[in-house]
């Protein structure tokens, strides 16, 4: 995913000489490829998130478009405050990106699990925030941010995410996008960020035990797709968020608001990280696993809720 997200920005960059790109002093093997491509529109602002962030707010506010790059919490949470009052408050063209949300850093401990930042970033007012699915996904996604003006946050994984969507026709920020649909109309899922491979095997398992499954991609945190939500929650049984990352806060969370406020016939069900530190180390596959956020966990705890 963050090869598609730097491939697609050495061509946006070519076209448009106001978009810059700041890295935290990290990533250097894949933004290889930017750098040497355009190399006056590149910098590194060393192990200095929050300088970066202030720098990049400066850049944006003079009329360019500047893309701040870092991995897990470090260009979110570390400079927070830098984000909400020099880019978020002045609406800076400022895009935050983060490598490896949730657990893929997951071998390098709590200090590196993206687990909270959906949660703390679409508390920002006027704040986009994308957590695209797979590879097509943020391809569309970066293009997306790239044009809109304002500040945003885009949430990838790292790599090897398999590739789920063909081709992604008239991607909107703030749409949701259909993968499957159901004529029985029993189970809704959607899901967000690059734990989609594991919903979408989820639903497979699903399909095959009781059927009547349709699933939903959200690209979009923030804005959410309402009309979407709106009309699962008058035609299914049941609708099931997916995300790797805190149930507290984040996109379950954000389809619970709107449900309260347009309520249905369906109940929902919120899968996620519990509200608690993980103190496991492991691989993304691993840890996953531990949390029943891989397929077959998935599939299990949905079972469940529907036998109740």
Request: proline letters at 3%; hydrophobic letters at 40%; glycine letters at 10%.
């Amino acid at each position: 995913m963050r090869d598609t997200f730097v491939k697609t920005l050495v061509n946006l960059a070519k076209e448009d000489k106001n978009i810059e790109l700041i890295t935290g002093d990290l990533g250097f093997g894949v933004l290889k490829p930017y750098w040497e491509t355009v190399p006056d529109q590149f910098t590194n602002a060393g192990i200095a998130e929050q300088n970066m962030t202030s720098v990049a707010a400066g850049m944006a506010l003079e009329g360019k478009t500047v893309f701040t790059y870092s991995i897990g919490n470090f260009p979110t949470l570390r400079c927070l405050e830098q984000i909400r009052n020099d880019c978020a408050y002045h609406h800076a063209n400022v895009k935050i990106v983060c490598v490896g949300g949730g657990f893929v850093y997951g071998s390098l401990g709590m200090s590196h699990h993206a687990t909270e930042d959906i949660a703390v970033m679409r508390a920002l007012p006027d704040v986009v925030v994308m957590c695209p699915g797979d590879l097509v996904e943020a391809e569309e996604a970066t293009k997306a941010i790239a044009k809109y003006q304002g500040t945003c946050y885009l949430r990838l994984g790292r790599g090897g995410e398999k590739r789920i969507h063909a081709k992604v026709d008239n991607f909107e920020i703030g749409k949701a996008i259909k993968i499957k649909e159901s004529d029985k109309k029993k189970i809704a899922i959607f899901s967000t960020g690059a734990i989609l491979d594991e919903a979408s095997e989820a639903v497979k398992l699903l399909e095959k035990k009781v059927g009547g499954v349709e699933q939903y991609s959200f690209p979009t945190v923030k804005p959410l797709d309402v009309e979407v939500i709106e009309k699962c929650a008058k035609s299914f049984e049941v609708i099931v968020t997916i995300e790797e990352h805190n149930v507290v806060g984040g996109f379950g969370s954000a389809v619970a608001e709107v449900l309260a406020e347009n309520p249905g016939k369906a109940k929902l069900v919120r899968l996620g990280i519990p509200d608690e530190y993980c103190v496991k180390v492991g691989d993304q596959k691993y840890l996953r696993k531990e949390y029943g956020l891989d397929a077959e966990g998935i599939g299990n705890k949905i079972l469940k809720e529907l036998e109740k």
